[in-house]
């Protein structure tokens, strides 16, 4: 574009900047003259180089990678990456990779698709790139483009839990949710676990927040190998 600054002055950054500010990333959602502002965000570009039709060859992609590894390195705590293109979603998840073994022939590009990773890295979001080929030929419409970021958005703010219950029989359930008072209701109206149901009224009795939903499994399984007296005191502490 003609500022040589990523989505800054071309439409692509317009379609950007609306959808960051729609949810909340960016101060406004005009891009078009300046850099805008972000909040909790950042943008960067996998290839740093503009090759001719946008067409990078895998020489130039490699020779980009230290420096998205430096970049993602210096945002250690990032819990989403939305990577536009195929390109973007193959450079990101072979950096990562580096650090924690993925197994990418998994982890095909496909938009909307959320990706959570192994314990340590962020969740990456595939989406469509907002370019006009993409964007006037309708291969990607403001409602698709919308609901990746609105996906994207809920899975940064999103919080796991593990909660254990004892139903009405005396038995102990022990489960993850992103919402212990929406499971509450679930599980009283009848509509939580299948081992919960038939066991009468159902209570949850120790809740637990977990950084991520793997973190959320893993204390779920814990829990579920401990004696019933050792849940007990659990539930106690």
Known sequence: ???GIPFCGDD???????????????????????VVPLRVAAVTNAVKCVPPANKPLASEITNCRAHLEAEL????????????????HDAVLRTLALRETIDLRRRSFSHGRVHRLPE????????FHPSPLNTRTGRLSKAQWRRVWAKAAA????????????????SLYTGIT?????????????????YTRGRGRIRIVHVEEAPS????????????QLSRPRKLDLIQT
């Open 178 to 194: 992103t919402d212990p008072d929406r499971r509450r209701a679930e599980h009283a109206s009848g509509k939580g676990a299948a």
């Open 73 to 88: 390195a210096a945002f250690a705590s990032v819990r989403v990456i939305v990577a536009l293109g195929r390109i973007a």
């Open 12 to 34: 692509s950054g317009d379609w950007l900047w609306e959808a960051l500010h729609r949810e909340g990333f960016a101060e406004t959602n005009r891009g078009r003259d300046a």
């Open 120 to 127: 340590g890295l962020p969740m990456v979001v595939d989406s």
């Open 213 to 224: 939903k793997g973190a959320a499994l893993s204390r779920e399984f814990a829990i579920k």
């Open 1 to 3: 574009n003609r500022t």
């Open 155 to 170: 899975l940064v703010s999103e919080r796991w839990f593990v909660y254990i219950a004892r139903c009405g029989d005396g």
